[in-house]
């Protein structure tokens, strides 16, 4: 089979090696469509440090089972169209037991510790995939399994509610999504932040109600002037400032989630009697749980939630290295980059 294969820091090479068999528990995944995400980039660079050379790349896929391993006990089988979540848990540690499996200490993750789904199969445990229905198409539902699923658990564990005012700073794929979910699906008034021209254009038609050029000024003394302060923030970049930002945009008594990811160090000019003053409350979000993707397959196969328009680009597995230039490459505009593994052009 074909797999993008990194060997070292540097460009993956797409080679040609055995199609991998599905042990006990694990099913195999004829892979139809595998997203390129910006943590694909920060392997690629080095950025993330990876456990073991060389690696298949890829950890946002969709496909069909083309074969169930001995002593599977789910209930999925050949022929079942699927999306896989790309991490692998213990199951038994106290995370996991409570329902918090992405808080399991001992979890791997596809494409970063265990071979990814950049490639025509991929073996995972038969608890990693989610049945979707006809009416989701194979990239939409790649996308799903990481750069929806991770805005919509931050946005149900926030406890946004219907009418609330909600900032979400970072335009980008996860936080367009999160715009998207918070109109659709919550019924929330949106101010959409960021400082790249492209997505400030396009925010309000993914619909934004109050959009902010973060380059004009401070966004939250912008936000406090039209709203008055948010119920809720969202960060979505990863840096100590805007994260600074979000939570002084917050109206007393909010909540600020992080899902942004960055190695700053949080400070910032806050001073403790502001933050006790006015009760606010800043929470990391990571990942996402399996119950986040069984109710996003149903918001997203009924067309409750219709996150149409967010795959900007498409191209074939021969292409991967020009999806990952697309990625980079601002002046491109890419939102989400998909790679169509089943397009053997």
Not at 65 to 73: A, L, Q, R, T, Y
Not at 110 to 132: E, F, Q, S, T
Not at 250 to 272: A, N, Q, Y
Not at 322 to 342: C, F, K, Q
Request: with cysteine; hydrophobic share 45%.
């Amino acid at each position: 089979m074909r797999a993008a294969v990194l060997a070292g820091v540097g460009a993956p090479h797409l080679v040609d090696i055995a199609v991998p068999e599905p042990g006990p528990g694990e099913v195999r995944v004829a892979v139809r469509a595998c997203g390129v995400c910006g943590s694909d980039l920060h392997l690629i660079d080095g950025d993330i440090p990876v456990p073991e050379i060389p690696l298949i790349l890829g950890h946002e896929a969709s496909g069909v089972i083309d074969k169930v391993g001995p002593g599977v006990s789910a209930p999925v089988a050949a022929g079942d169209r699927v999306l896989v979540n790309p991490t692998v848990v213990c199951g038994t540690c106290r995370a996991c037991r409570a329902g918090r499996t992405n808080q399991c200490p001992d979890n791997i993750v596809l494409g970063v510790a265990r071979a990814g789904a950049a490639a025509d199969y991929v073996v995972v445990p038969a608890g990693n995939v989610h049945r979707i229905p006809e009416s989701i198409d194979f990239a939409t539902a790649a996308i799903m399994a990481d750069a929806v699923a991770g805005p919509f658990h931050a946005i149900r564990t926030a406890g946004v509610r219907s009418g609330d005012t909600v900032a979400v700073f970072g335009l980008g794929g996860l936080g367009i999504h999160a715009v998207m979910i918070l109109k659709q699906v919550v019924g929330a008034r949106v101010v959409g932040v960021d400082t790249y021209d492209a997505a400030l254009q396009r925010a309000a038609g993914f619909g934004v109600d109050i959009v902010v050029d973060a380059r004009a000024g401070l966004p939250s003394r912008q936000i406090h002037a039209e709203t008055g302060g948010v119920d809720a923030s969202f960060e979505f970049v990863g840096r100590a400032d805007t994260v600074e930002q979000a939570v002084r945009s917050l109206r007393p008594g909010g909540l600020c989630s992080v899902m942004g990811i960055g190695t700053d160090k949080l400070g910032g000019s806050v001073s403790v009697s502001t933050f006790v003053a006015n009760e606010w409350t800043l929470r990391g979000s990571y990942g996402y749980v399996p119950a986040d993707l069984d109710d996003l397959i149903e918001l997203v196969g009924s067309g409750t939630l219709r996150i149409a328009g967010t795959i900007s680009h498409r191209m074939p597995l021969r292409d991967y290295q020009e999806g990952l230039a697309t990625l980079r490459d601002r002046s491109r505009n890419p939102i989400r980059v998909v790679i169509d593994i089943d397009d053997k052009r």
